[in-house]
């Protein structure tokens, strides 16, 4: 698992990917503790158990909407825009990939029929007008 850090503001973190291949033992954090979306990944043995238990309420504030893609079948290619929109990166996602947008922008195009992905965001969603600007 990477994090990758804004070339503008390098305190940033824009996004995380990590591979399943690159999920380790139990339990692999993709984002920094300070984050708003909070994701792992897990890899778990036959017989682990996690006691019964409920999140407390806790009070949370932001301003900012962060994404997570999970990949189960198919590509997406994806482009990631650092914080002036320039072009960060351009990469291929792959069944069991993961990547998790913190900040900046990004694209995706689907490379294969029926590809099946998840997508997770903070909410709540108030619609494309007022969550999204073009690049």
């Known amino acids: ?62 301003d900012i909407t962060q994404e997570a893609w999970i990949i189960f079948s198919g590509k997406i290619e994806v482009t990631i825009f650092d914080l002036d929109d320039s072009e960060y990166v351009c990469t291929t996602l792959w069944p069991g990939d993961c990547v998790v947008f913190f900040r900046g922008g990004h694209s995706l195009k689907v490379l294969e029929e029926n590809t099946l992905m998840y997508e997770f965001k903070t909410g709540p969603y108030f619609g494309a007008d007022k969550d999204k600007e073009d690049i």
Request: glycine fraction near 4%; aromatic fraction near 8%; include cysteine.
């Open 1 to 62: 698992m990477t994090i990758f850090f804004s070339k503008i503001e390098e305190d940033k973190a824009l996004f995380s990917i990590v591979t399943k291949d690159n999920v380790s033992t139990y339990r692999t954090d993709m984002c920094p503790e300070e984050e708003f979306l909070q994701v792992s990944g897990r890899m778990l043995k036959s017989g682990t158990e996690v006691k019964a238990h409920r999140h407390l309420p806790v009070s949370r504030q932001t």
